[in-house]
Structures are given as C-alpha cells and as structure tokens.
C-alpha cells in the first residue's frame, strides 16, 4: 500500500519569521497541500510528521526553541491540513527522527505501507531520518523533489546522493498530477 509522508511542515520552519524558518520554504506549501490533498481524495494513506516540543526540549541545546506544544509555530500551514482529519494520521515526535516515535514502525506494519513517498522539510534533517529510516525498514522510498525544502542547496543535494545510493528514487509531482 502507498503512503504519502509529509515531513514537518510546520510554521517554524516553512512561515518567515517562525523560529527556525528555511529561507524560502514557503514555496513548498502550496506543493505540499496538492500532494496532501491527492492523497485524500485517492484513499493514498497521509502521514503528517510535526514536532512537538517542551519548553524544555533537550533538541533547544542545539537549536533554538521552536515547535512547542500549542503555539502557532508548531501548527501545520492550513491548506496542508485535510478536512476529513482521520484521512491524514498526525505523527508528533520529540526528535529530529520520525522513528523515535515507538508508534511509527507498528504503523506501517499494521496498514501494510510498503511504498512511501516522502516530501516536506528540511532535506538535510528530518526529511533525511524519515527516507533513510523507511529505506532500512525495506520499504520502497521516493522524494518528492518539488515538494521538498533544503536550508543548504548542496548539503540538501548530498543527502539526495546519499539517499539514491542506498536505494532510494526521486519523483516528480508529473507522477501524481501528470506535465
């Protein structure tokens, strides 16, 4: 069965002026809700990934805080979430890596998800933990280059090599929404 993934897009991170936003990371919402909503209407499975931090969050070590239970900046940008909310399972982690969640794993398993389609942000981080995790776990993994965000152009570039090596395919949205 396939699944589509959309990885942290967040206001903190896809909004100017959010906590940790990627300078041009807006652009990928509108990609991220056509995907969000094809899913939906084609009975594609959604899994949404968000941060969701304490104020306490040991990730503010390293990174300035950002997605914290309840504030605007962990939201999900409105036209990325689906109306029918169960068409789209909300996955929140504490974690750069999606599969810190202990839930994750038992999930795939239990809706029988062996192709995934990956996309959100940012490639070099969270997008690389969700691609690389689904590739170690044997499932068939792409990325969604349009609807996906790097902060560094060639940093995000060599974890796509990476991710190619290890087996894994890029897509176009074409695949989904034809030229």
């Given at each position: 069965m396939k699944a589509f993934f959309d990885i942290d897009t967040q206001n903190d991170?896809?909004?100017?002026?959010?906590?940790?936003?990627?300078?041009?990371?807006?652009?990928?919402?509108?990609?991220?809700?056509?995907?969000n909503h094809y899913a939906g209407e084609h009975g594609i499975t959604l899994i949404s990934t968000m941060c969701a931090h304490r104020e306490?969050?040991?990730?503010?070590?390293?990174?300035?805080p950002h997605c914290i239970v309840g504030t605007v900046g962990q939201q999900k940008p409105a036209v990325t979430l689906l109306a029918d909310r169960e068409k789209q399972i909300i996955v929140e982690k504490d974690d750069l890596d999606m599969f810190s969640n202990p839930t994750v794993v038992p999930l795939l398993d239990e809706l029988g998800v062996d192709e995934c389609f990956v996309y959100g942000v940012f490639t070099e981080y969270c997008v690389k933990y969700a691609m690389m995790g689904l590739l170690k776990t044997g499932r068939k993994v792409s990325l969604v280059t349009e609807a996906t965000a790097h902060l560094s152009q060639a940093e995000g570039e060599r974890v796509v090599n990476d991710f190619l090596t290890a087996g894994g395919q890029c897509v176009s949205m074409a695949a989904f929404f034809g030229t």
């Open positions: 991170f896809v909004v100017p002026g959010g906590a940790l936003y990627g300078p041009g990371a807006e652009r990928v919402i509108p990609q991220v809700a056509a995907l306490d969050a040991k990730e503010f070590q390293e990174w300035r």
